[in-house]
């Protein structure tokens, strides 16, 4: 604990260490403390000088009264060594009677009181040990006080000669960058009236200077009418300041764009993107500026509306899209002709001339069945041939909506009946129609759809099955269901359905294209319909279209559908 906290509070205990040769001397002391009132010490004593510098190198003492004689070596020598350390210790010096030198230099060594012996009272030596300490106190911390004031003095003088020099580097550097922007400002006038010249001729774009900031030291050029940008407010003003505050939906995008332009000042490396603002497309170009130290301190920006250019690739690659599906239509188109027309030629060849041997009557029979052969074989060649230029009408853009009024219970009664002769022994078919009876659309459109999903119910049912086909016009469409008994669609095949020439895998020993359900989609595109589907395989599958009473036509419509 502190000196100071020990005198402040009597209880404490305040160690002390005499340091003297004679053992009488201890008692006596000793004897002295104890008479002291509301004190507490604790007296320790060591009789040699070795043995006392050792002990007060540990400094578990308070105090130390030191005898004036001790033997070989006096007491201001043990004082004088004790105090090397340079911090300052409570010393009480035992000098004899009268001894007025001894006691100047004992004080003048650093001992902070003296005492003469024989003639110590309780009151003087109680004064002497409190005087002792505090004043041994007052100038450690006197002490500590210089050695931060001269540390803060050593700190202050380098941070000064720090300073100075900072300033005549910073005096000469300003001197040199003075030089080098009047040098540059003359460049940029120069620069700048053959920017204006070049921008004044730019027609589809903005060309501008930006500063390291990326602020606008110039601009100019006829996008500004474009960009919706006032020439005047934007110099001064930061790169995608004034875009991003008119199209903040795209603050990230502009934000991105205006890194790229900035790492053109951190690496002295042209960049090029490009950003869309609105319906517009810009390609972007950023050019570092160089300065005579080789340093990028202004960039170049050259803006150009790409918008036509983008127009007209699109339109390019939309074209070469459609001419790579023609073209991979017509191959796989010749790919399946080849095989599903062989069979259809080959049954009308061999019973053609079967039938050329049954002369007579009593082979009637016999030739029934094989101009009936004959006749299925036609249907499905004209099946193939029909899908094959509807689907190459459609992708041409060649099909178009023509809207009349039918009367629906009718028209799908009367398609019904043309399907009959197609239709399996023992197949039913069952018609319903509930709700409104006119409906105004194309009825050529309309019979392509119900002809293809009655055919396939037809096809992919056995013999004796039943086929449904309800139909209901409601307030706002027409909506049209054909179900049937049959082979149903594999779950794992229902997902492409409708992609072109996809067959499912139980109807691979079936006649039939793949295009009939991708046509019947496209004519539905047409009408503004859907179509969905239910399907559980070996039980059956129900097809559902719905085709809106109004079709809005545009000018697609009209002239280029599909």
Request: charged share 30%; net charge negative; aromatic share 6%.
């Amino acid at each position: 604990m502190p000196f100071s906290n020990k005198l402040d509070q009597p209880h404490m205990v305040v160690r002390v260490l005499l340091i003297d040769d004679d053992e009488d001397d201890y008692i006596i002391t000793e004897d002295i403390l104890d008479d002291i009132p509301y004190r507490n010490y604790e007296l320790d004593w060591v009789s040699n000088f070795d043995d006392a510098i050792s002990i007060i190198n540990h400094g578990v003492h308070d105090v130390y009264i030191v005898d004036y004689l001790l033997g070989a070596k006096s007491g201001l020598d043990l004082i004088i060594e004790a105090l090397k350390d340079s911090k300052h210790k409570p010393f009480i010096l035992l000098t004899g009677q009268g001894d007025v030198r001894v006691d100047e230099k004992a004080m003048t060594v650093g001992a902070s009181d003296y005492l003469v012996k024989g003639q110590m009272t309780p009151q003087q030596l109680e004064r002497a040990i409190r005087h002792s300490i505090l004043h041994s106190r007052h100038l450690n911390h006197i002490s500590e006080l210089n050695e931060k004031l001269e540390q803060r003095v050593q700190d202050r003088t380098r941070q000064l000669d720090k300073a100075i020099k900072t300033l005549q580097r910073s005096n000469e550097d300003l001197e040199l960058q003075i030089s080098e922007r009047k040098k540059a400002e003359e460049e940029l006038l120069k620069s700048q009236a053959i920017y204006k010249i070049i921008a004044h001729n730019f027609p589809y774009g903005i060309i501008a200077v930006l500063d390291e900031n990326l602020k606008y030291l110039f601009a100019d050029g006829t996008g500004f009418k474009e960009l919706e940008l006032d020439a005047h407010k934007i110099i001064g003003a930061q790169f995608f300041q004034f875009l991003r505050k008119n199209d903040p939906s795209k603050a990230k995008e502009y934000d991105a764009r205006f890194e790229l332009a900035k790492s053109v000042i951190d690496s002295g490396e042209e960049q090029i993107f490009d950003f869309d603002y609105k319906d517009l497309n810009y390609s972007v170009i950023v050019v570092p500026i160089k300065n005579s130290r080789k340093q990028t301190k202004q960039v170049l920006v050259v803006m150009l509306n790409i918008t036509q250019q983008r127009k007209a690739e699109s339109e390019i690659k939309k074209s070469l899209q459609k001419e790579r599906e023609l073209s991979e239509l017509k191959s796989r188109f010749v790919s399946m002709a080849s095989h599903e027309f062989r069979t259809p030629l080959s049954t009308i060849m061999s019973s053609v001339s079967l039938i050329s041997r049954y002369t007579s009557e009593e082979y009637h029979e016999k030739r029934n069945k094989h101009i009936k052969r004959i006749k299925s074989s036609v249907n499905n060649l004209t099946q193939i041939l029909n899908d094959f230029l509807s689907i190459s009408k459609l992708e041409e853009g060649k099909s178009l909506v023509h809207k009349s009024t039918i009367k629906v219970d009718n028209f799908i009664e009367g398609l019904c009946d043309e399907m009959s002769p197609v239709k399996k022994q023992g197949q039913k078919i069952i018609i319903k129609h509930t709700g409104d009876m006119l409906i105004k659309t194309d009825s050529q459109i309309l019979k392509n759809i119900i002809i293809n999903l009655l055919s396939n119910a037809i096809k992919y049912s056995g013999h004796g099955s039943k086929i449904w086909v309800d139909s209901c016009i409601d307030e706002k469409n027409l909506l049209i269901t054909i179900k049937d008994e049959g082979m149903g669609i594999p779950e794992k095949d229902q997902v492409h359905l409708f992609d072109r020439f996809f067959r499912a895998e139980n109807a691979m020993n079936i006649q039939g294209t793949g295009l009939g359900l991708n046509i019947v989609n496209k004519y539905l595109e047409m009408l503004h319909g859907k179509i969905s589907f239910e399907s559980i395989e070996d039980k059956g599958t129900t097809f559902s279209i719905t085709i809106p009473k109004k079709i809005i036509l545009d000018e697609k419509d009209t002239t280029h559908r599909g």
